[in-house]
């Protein structure tokens, strides 16, 4: 009971608290609209650009491949990419250097050289992603066709070109801006509870009341266990708050699974709170503060709290794999655009066996004090 | 009966022993008052008495029981009134004391009884809804104590719970303490302020070093000092005194100035009045009154531990 009356206490110190309602709310709010907005073309599916043309030179090709480039030419005219018989006796190379044309494809039965113009680079690259596409449709109609001649069975009856059909893993279900902004302030201010914790026992301390709640009949695992549970839930309050804002307000997708992202979320504050007490404990001072400060705006760079992480390479790259927001921000991304709740199971024991660890400590800690 | 019993009592700090092998015993009933200089040893007694230490050796018994083997019988029955105060400044005052007294286990109806009661005791209870932020000084140091008494303890420990308040507010907080007495209450009450003890103590004992140097009441204390005498010379100012060459007069013990009064210690038998009061006039003093003071606690404290209570 005395756990509860103690957990009460701190839930209702921090609901009056405006600094916290700040910091927990329109601080998080605040970042996810101005990165939502600012950064909404990084995360756009679609981009503007111009007719694209490329020349090509079919010599020695099967009728088969001959046809396949036809199909391939009228399907590419369909998304404005211009795919244009070199005229004989033009130099298909010379012709893109002049930038007469993006790229030039020398398409026979040996495979495609392509050539390209290093001024045009997103159309080159648009150009090279639909080539290798088709290479790849090619071959593998080629290999059925190869197949069913083998095997003098008609199989299904279908020409190859009808066998291979590709599907998109994740056509409908990539995040926006916002969404991803969503999903990383919050998964950020859930990591931010772990400086509210780091006052938790310091701040008795200060005020002088550790003398009363050491004094009362009340044992120093209840004092603790108090602190942990009313902190867990003001900050999860918080959480499901910025959830709520960031879907009505701003549109934020959560996707079909809320218990689980709520699970992750709910866990990080956890894990957050553990380690906020841990370093206010071995600190004793405001440089506690300042540590976790610095500590959580590092975890949230590198764990993608300002910029997905896949961007990431080299050294920060591998230091983003020890950020909580990383494994935490995957969980919830891939549960929310995946339809997967695995991640979130595994990011949520992640963070519970963090907040094993990190409580043990707090734990050990105290156990050494005489007073809390 | 005795409500606290303590026999061999050490606490220390490394090698600093804060405490030394103390033994005390309060009477149920009794205000009881703990006196001496800042890092006497009082403060620490106090905090194994509410079990916010661990001695290093000795016990203490509250009510006939080890405090260490019954700790959760002892906090039901102990308050505790902090030096500094304790409270939450964003909680309102009735907030403050329902917090403190629900660790108690008071729930519902009782809890609020036990609180109103509380603040209308230190005369707070038409402020109950106010933050202690806007509250004076004084009004703050009546909430501590409405902290410490909601769950009715048998014994109050009150760590200087006058420090740094208006005379008005520290003459509620004496009334009080004689109150809660009168009430039932036992009281372990320390002060700097000589006067409030003498006022309300019953029984005082004086700490020095770490350990209990005496104790008794007020005439037993005042009897102890019979080879003394205090001197109280008023003077238009003090200014060009050489208290060393007082200091040197035959039966001089000690010299201390407060304001345009000079207060001097000396050995009963001698009569060295002249020779004092010619010193001072070689030094130039107005002399104004010269008066012959019997032995007070002051004075008992200062011959017994050679240093002001203040120091």
């Given at each position: 009971m005395n756990t509860l009356h103690i957990a009460k206490k701190e839930i209702v110190s921090a609901l009056r608290n405006k600094s916290t309602f700040l910091f927990m709310l329109a601080f998080p709010i605040a970042l996810m609209l101005i990165l939502g907005l600012a950064l909404s073309n990084a995360f756009s599916g679609s981009i503007e650009i111009g007719d694209i043309k490329m020349a090509y030179k079919i010599d020695q090709a099967s009728p088969a491949l001959a046809s396949g480039w036809e199909s391939f030419a009228k399907a590419a005219e369909k998304n404005g990419v211009t795919i244009e018989a070199l005229p004989s006796g033009e130099d298909g190379k010379q012709a893109v250097t002049e930038a007469q044309y993006a790229a030039f494809a020398d398409v026979s039965d040996k495979g495609i050289a392509y050539y390209d113009n290093s001024r045009s680079t997103i159309e080159s690259n648009i150009l090279q992603g639909m080539l290798t596409s088709f290479a790849d449709r090619y071959n593998l109609e080629a290999a059925f066709a190869s197949a069913g001649a083998s095997s003098r069975n008609g199989g299904s009856g279908q020409a190859p070109a009808q066998l291979v059909k590709s599907t998109s893993l994740t056509a409908d279900s990539q995040p926006n801006s916002m969404d991803y902004y969503a999903v990383a302030m919050t998964t950020m201010i859930a990591l931010y509870a772990a400086i509210n914790a780091s006052a938790l026992i310091e701040s008795e301390r200060t005020r002088h009341t550790i003398v009363r709640l050491s004094a009362a009949p009340v044992s120093k695992a209840e004092i603790f266990a108090g602190k942990v549970l009313g902190s867990t839930v003001i900050n999860a309050i918080f959480i499901v708050a910025v959830m709520l804002i960031s879907h009505f307000a701003f549109g934020a997708n959560w996707g079909d699974h809320p218990g689980h992202v709520l699970l992750v979320l709910i866990t990080e504050v956890l894990m957050a709170v553990g380690f906020g007490l841990a370093v206010g404990m071995i600190f004793r001072s405001k440089a506690s503060h300042s540590f976790l400060l610095i500590f959580i705006q590092i975890a949230s760079f590198v764990g993608g709290a300002y910029f997905p992480v896949n961007d990431f390479g080299g050294f920060i790259g591998a230091v983003s794999y020890y950020s909580p927001l990383r494994w935490n921000n995957a969980g919830v991304i891939e549960t929310v655009f995946g339809g997967d709740t695995a991640p979130a199971l595994a990011a949520a024991g992640f963070n519970l066996a963090g907040a094993v660890v990190l409580l043990a400590v707090c734990t050990f800690l105290i156990r050494r004090r005489e007073t809390i | 009966m005795n409500i606290i019993e303590i026999g061999g009592l050490t606490k220390k700090f490394g090698d600093f022993a804060a405490v030394d092998n103390m033994s005390l015993t309060l009477k149920e009933g009794e205000i009881f008052g703990f006196l001496g200089a800042n890092g006497a040893g009082k403060s620490t007694t106090i905090s194994m008495i509410a079990s916010l230490l661990r001695p290093t050796k000795g016990e203490i018994k509250f009510l006939g029981k080890n405090i260490a083997k019954h700790a959760h019988f002892a906090k039901m029955n102990i308050g505790i009134v902090p030096q500094d105060l304790a409270i939450y400044e964003d909680m309102t005052a009735f907030e403050n004391v329902r917090f403190f007294a629900g660790l108690y286990g008071f729930r519902g109806s009782e809890l609020k009884v036990r609180v109103e009661e509380a603040l209308s005791f230190v005369g707070l209870g038409d402020k109950h809804k106010e933050l202690p932020k806007n509250f004076s000084g004084g009004m703050k140091r009546r909430l501590n104590i409405a902290c410490a008494i909601a769950h009715r303890p048998k014994l109050i420990i009150m760590d200087e719970p006058t420090v740094g308040i208006d005379p008005h507010s520290r003459n509620y907080i004496l009334q009080s303490v004689k109150e809660l007495n009168r009430m039932g209450c036992t009281i372990l009450y320390t002060s700097h302020y000589m006067e409030e003890v003498e006022e309300i103590c019953t029984r005082i004992a004086i700490v020095d070093h770490g350990k209990i140097i005496a104790d008794g009441t007020k005439?037993?204390?005042?009897?102890?000092?019979?080879?003394?005498?205090?001197?109280?010379?008023?003077?238009?100012?003090?200014?060009?005194?050489?208290?060393?060459?007082?200091?040197?007069?035959?039966?001089?013990?000690?010299?201390?100035?407060?304001?345009?009064?000079?207060?001097?210690?000396?050995?009963?038998?001698?009569?060295?009045?002249?020779?004092?009061?010619?010193?001072?006039?070689?030094d130039g003093m107005e002399i104004r009154a010269v008066e012959e003071q019997a032995p007070n606690l002051e004075t008992v404290f200062l011959t017994l531990t050679g240093r002001n209570l203040r120091d």
């Open positions: - | 005439e037993q204390l005042k009897a102890i000092i019979t080879d003394s005498k205090e001197i109280w010379i008023d003077v238009k100012s003090v200014e060009g005194l050489n208290q060393e060459r007082l200091k040197e007069i035959r039966g001089v013990l000690s010299v201390r100035i407060e304001e345009q009064r000079i207060k001097i210690q000396s050995r009963a038998e001698i009569a060295n009045l002249n020779d004092i009061v010619q010193q001072l006039i070689r």
